[in-house]
């Protein structure tokens, strides 16, 4: 007898699915459209809209671990609307982190763009919290190749009155070699009449404290 047009009955098509899917517990619980051996438009639309599953978690549910995609077509099908990505943005995200963070690249502190900084329109980018200090300060945008100076040189203090804007970043860095220049006066040159034993000391204890045993 051919195969051609043999039509397995529901029960043998739950069995199949169980044992090809590997999902014993579930798939009973879940009320499946009859005519169409998948879960029905009500409870996809419940699963999705009314407890926020996403479609890899609903595809978990019935047995398509890391297959998406079947689901997808499924609401395809069922002519069911997706959620709009923009309202699970920012606080709604899974990854919310309260809008700032430190990075581990370059130690600077980062705050979502809508959260204060008057130059931008509040898409959902991050930018340099001393930035956003900086704007409040001077009533307008920072210009484009100014850079801000952290004057106790840690990125993350950004404090008002730690920051110091520069007029390019040429500018910067030899403010940076003037501080460099002066410290090595303040403790070893002769250009400075200052108590220098005090400060070599006060040097030797600041790098003790960091890990680094130095000696001068």
Not at 19 to 25: E, F, L, P, V
Request: with cysteine; glycine share 10%.
């Amino acid at each position: 007898m051919s195969s051609k047009g043999y039509k397995h009955t529901e029960e043998a098509k739950q069995r199949i699915g169980r044992a090809s899917k590997g999902n014993k517990h579930c798939l009973g619980k879940i009320p499946w459209n009859k005519h169409r051996n998948r879960p029905s438009r009500e409870w996809l639309v419940q699963k999705y809209w009314e407890e926020h599953l996403s479609l890899s978690q609903i595809a978990q549910l019935v047995g398509y671990q890391g297959h998406w995609g079947q689901v997808q077509r499924w609401f395809q099908e069922y002519d069911i609307p997706r959620r709009p990505a923009k309202p699970y943005s920012g606080e709604r995200a899974h990854g919310w982190k309260g809008g700032r963070f430190k990075s581990k690249n370059n130690g600077y502190i980062y705050v979502r763009q809508g959260t204060g900084r008057p130059s931008n329109g509040g898409n959902g980018r991050y930018v340099p919290e001393h930035y956003v200090v900086m704007e409040k300060i001077i009533g307008h945008p920072v210009k484009k190749g100014e850079r801000i100076h952290h004057r106790n040189g840690i990125k993350d203090d950004n404090r008002p009155d730690n920051l110091y804007l520069c007029a390019s970043e040429s500018e910067h860095q030899r403010l940076e070699a003037l501080i460099s220049q002066f410290a090595k006066q303040l403790m070893w040159g002769t250009d400075l009449q200052l108590p220098n034993e005090k400060l070599i000391e006060d040097f030797l204890l600041y790098c003790k404290e960091r890990g680094y045993n130095i000696s001068v």
